[in-house]
C-alpha cells in the first residue's frame, strides 16, 4: 500500500507560481514512478508530467511544456511539481499518483492515487 497526500494548492494570480508537494509513505518511494495529473472543473482528468523511480526520466503535458517541472526527492519520500508562468487554463484539483510498473502517461497505469490539491489561478 501507498499513501500520497498532496499540498501546495493555492489562489495564485496569472503569471505567479506555486510549488506543490506530494509526500508517500507505506512502501519505499524509490520503487515506482510518480505522475501528476489534473482536473478542471468539467472535464476529464488529464496527464501533466511524470518522472521515473531514479528521477533521470521525465515526461510533460505539451500544455505545460517549459513551464511546469517535476522532481522527486528519494530520501525525503517527496515529489514536487514547480508551476510557474500560471494560466487561467491550469485551474484544476491536481493530483499525485504512484505507478509501480514502468514510466506510465496513462491514469490506469497508476496504482495509487492521493486526495488532490485545487489550484486557482485567477486571470
Known amino acids: 500500500q501507498v499513501q500520497l497526500v498532496e499540498s501546495g494548492g493555492g489562489l495564485v494570480q496569472a503569471g505567479g507560481s506555486l510549488r506543490l508537494s506530494c509526500a508517500a509513505s507505506g512502501h519505499t518511494f524509490s520503487t515506482y514512478a510518480v505522475g501528476w495529473f489534473r482536473q478542471a472543473p468539467g472535464k476529464e482528468r488529464e496527464f501533466v508530467a511524470a518522472i521515473s523511480w531514479s528521477g533521470d526520466s521525465t515526461y510533460y503535458a505539451d500544455s505545460v511544456k517549459g513551464r511546469f517541472t517535476i522532481s522527486r526527492e528519494n530520501a525525503k519520500n517527496t515529489g514536487y511539481l514547480q508551476m510557474n508562468s500560471l494560466k487561467s487554463e491550469d485551474t484544476a484539483v491536481y493530483y499525485c499518483?504512484?505507478?509501480?510498473?514502468?514510466?506510465?502517461?496513462?491514469?490506469?497505469?497508476?496504482?495509487?492515487w492521493g486526495q488532490g490539491t485545487q489550484v486557482t489561478v485567477s486571470s
Open positions: 499518483a504512484a505507478a509501480f510498473s514502468g514510466f506510465p502517461r496513462r491514469q490506469y497505469e497508476y496504482d495509487y
